[in-house]
C-alpha cells in the first residue's frame, strides 16, 4: 500500500511549515502510524528540529534526488517511535541549476519514494516555488499550507494556489489541499483576530478549526531537538498540533 503523502508548503518563510511538519507527523507517529518526513529545505530545519544535522555529501534528500542514494538507504530512525527522517543537505541549494537541463526533473521525489513502507509521508518544502517544492507537489496526494496570524497572512498564498493548479493540471491530478492551518496566533491581539476572519472568509471550509498560538515553547523546541509535544507536552503549543493532526485525520476519513 502507497503511503499518503503530504506536502507542507508557502512560499512565504516563517509561517510554520517545519513546524507544523515536525508536530503533525509525530503526533501520527504516537497513534504508532509509520511516517516519514522529508526535509527538502536547504536550511534544514525539521532535520534540526528533530535533533539531527544536515548531512553534507550524503545520504540525504539531495543525494535521493540526484539518484545517488535510495530512500531506502538514506532515511534514520529518530529518537521518536515509528518516526523517520530523510535528511536534508546543504546542496538541495543548487539542485534547480544541476537538474535545468535534465528531462522531466520534477518527477525525481516521486519516482523515490514509490515503494516506501510508510503509512505516512510529510515533506517539509523551502520557502520558494522551485523545483523543490514542485518536486514534493508531484509526489503528493495532499497539501497542508500553514498561514501566520499577520498583516501580510496571504502574500504569496495565491500564487501558491496557482501552482498547485498547475501541478493538478500538468503532472499530478490526485493532487488536493487538505487545508490551510492558521499559525502564530495572538489571542490578545485584533489584528490576529482579523486576519484569522479574513482568512475564513475567503477559504471558507479550506481553513481548520484549530488555529496555533503564538507559545513559547513551540519556538524554543528546535533547540532541544525535539518536537513541542515531547519537549512540553502539556503546553497549549503541543496539544493544538494534536488536536490538528486529529483533525487532519478526520478530513481523510471524510473524503
Do not use: W
Not at 544541476?98 to 523551502?126: G, H, M, R, T
Not at 509535544?229 to 490538528?244: E, K, P, T
Amino acid at each position: 500500500m502507497c503511503p499518503l503523502v503530504f506536502s507542507v508548503s508557502n512560499q512565504k518563510g516563517g509561517v510554520g511549515k517545519t513546524t507544523t511538519t515536525v508536530n503533525v507527523a509525530t503526533a501520527l507517529a504516537a497513534l504508532e502510524k509509520k511516517v516519514l518526513i522529508i526535509d527538502l529545505d536547504p536550511q534544514g530545519n525539521a532535520t534540526v528540529s528533530l535533533g539531527r544535522q544536515r548531512v553534507s555529501g550524503g545520504p540525504n534528500s539531495y543525494t535521493v534526488l540526484t539518484g545517488r542514494h535510495t530512500v531506502a538507504d538514506s532515511i534514520q530512525q529518530t529518537d521518536i517511535p515509528y518516526l523517520s527522517l530523510l535528511p536534508a543537505g546543504p546542496e538541495l541549494l543548487g539542485l534547480d541549476m544541476e537538474l535545468a537541463d535534465v528531462e522531466k526533473p520534477q518527477f525525481f521525489l516521486k519516482k523515490a519514494i514509490e515503494s516506501i513502507d510508510f503509512d505516512y509521508v510529510f515533506i517539509d518544502c523551502p520557502p520558494a516555488v522551485g523545483l523543490l517544492t514542485m518536486n514534493a507537489l508531484v509526489a503528493s496526494n495532499r497539501v497542508i499550507i500553514p498561514v501566520q496570524c499577520e498583516y501580510l497572512a496571504l502574500e504569496g498564498v495565491a500564487d501558491l494556489m496557482k501552482t498547485i493548479e498547475r501541478v493538478k493540471r500538468n503532472f499530478n491530478p490526485d493532487l488536493m489541499i487538505q487545508g490551510i492551518v492558521m499559525t502564530m496566533f495572538d489571542g490578545r491581539s485584533n489584528l490576529s483576530k482579523s486576519v484569522v476572519n479574513d482568512v475564513r472568509s475567503f477559504f471558507k471550509e479550506l481553513v481548520f478549526e484549530t488555529v496555533i498560538p503564538r507559545n513559547v515553547r513551540i519556538p524554543e523546541a528546535p533547540s532541544h531537538g525535539k518536537p513541542v509535544m515531547l519537549y512540553d507536552f502539556r503546553s497549549v503549543g503541543a496539544q493544538n498540533y494534536i488536536r490538528l493532526a486529529g483533525e487532519i485525520l478526520k478530513r481523510e476519513k471524510e473524503k
